[in-house]
């Protein structure tokens, strides 16, 4: 059963969310709703994620085989503070 929600938005931001939702083929309603759905269904690790933007980069930096993160660490650490 859907509901009515009033929400008070600025009205460049309705602007541009009217536009994007055109763009895609979607009703804001829709939009709105499945963001709401994405913050809802979160699992507890993923909520530590500072953003979006961190979630989308995880895994596009593939480190070699024999890369130490230790040891990288300790030499910038010995580098920066000794």
């Given at each position: 059963?859907?509901?009515?929600?009033?929400?008070t938005i600025?009205?460049?931001?309705?602007?541009?969310?009217?536009?994007?939702?055109?763009?895609?083929?979607r009703?804001?309603?829709?939009?709105?709703?499945n963001?709401l759905?994405?913050?809802?269904?979160?699992?507890p690790?993923e909520?530590?994620?500072?953003?979006?933007?961190?979630?989308?980069?995880?895994?596009?930096?593939?480190?070699?085989?024999d890369?130490?993160?230790?040891k990288?660490?300790?030499?910038?650490?010995?580098?920066?503070?000794?």
């Open positions: 059963m859907n509901t009515k929600l009033t929400l600025g009205q460049e931001i309705i602007h541009k969310a009217k536009q994007y939702a055109r763009e895609k083929n009703s804001l309603s829709d939009i709105i709703e963001y759905k994405t913050l809802i269904d979160k699992k690790q909520e530590n994620d500072s953003s979006p933007i961190v979630a989308s980069l995880r895994g596009s930096f593939k480190a070699p085989s890369f130490d993160y230790k990288q660490l300790n030499e910038r650490l010995e580098k920066k503070y000794l």
